[in-house]
């Protein structure tokens, strides 16, 4: 049996599962800043290479953002860029320029990694891969 001159409009349906896949990756973006956030302490003392940072001032923590898109679907969680990259440095290690506070020369300074989003990732990853999974596809 053949149907002639049927249409189907397919963009309520289309409309609906990107608002679902937008939900879905919008709440997985904000439990891996949540977690992530966490893990920087506030504190005076300097933490151990592949612990993760502490925060002296607290900037490191409130820079760190999510922004999901639908199309493509994917979501971008990290912190934002400052001070010659150093969110990177801080993240995988690595080798910057220090400037002093009150001014003078800056300093090379060699950092050891100390992850924050890798692990928070994976952390989420593991808990909600099921539920990110069946609502992107």
């Known amino acids: 049996m053949k149907l002639k001159g049927v249409t189907m409009n397919t963009r309520p349906v289309v409309s ?15 439990f891996v800043r949540q977690t992530a956030r966490r893990s920087i302490r506030k504190t ?9 940072p502490r925060g002296h001032t607290g900037h490191l923590k409130r820079l760190i953002l999510y922004h999901a898109q639908v199309r493509p679907k994917l979501v971008v969680i990290g912190p934002l860029q400052f001070r010659n990259n150093i969110a990177d440095v801080i993240e995988y290690g690595g080798t910057t320029k220090l400037q002093p506070r009150g001014g003078g020369q800056a300093t090379r300074v060699q950092y050891a990694g100390r992850p924050f989003m890798t692990p928070a990732f994976e ?15």
Not at 16 to 28: G, I, P, Q, W
Request: aromatic share 6%; hydrophobic share 30%; glycine share 8%.
């Open 16 to 30: 609906k599962v990107d608002k679902e896949a937008n939900r879905r990756l919008k709440r997985f973006g904000a």
């Open 44 to 52: 005076k003392k300097v933490s151990q290479p592949g612990e993760p």
């Open 123 to 137: 952390k989420e990853k593991k808990e909600h891969a099921a539920d990110l999974l069946e609502g992107l596809f």
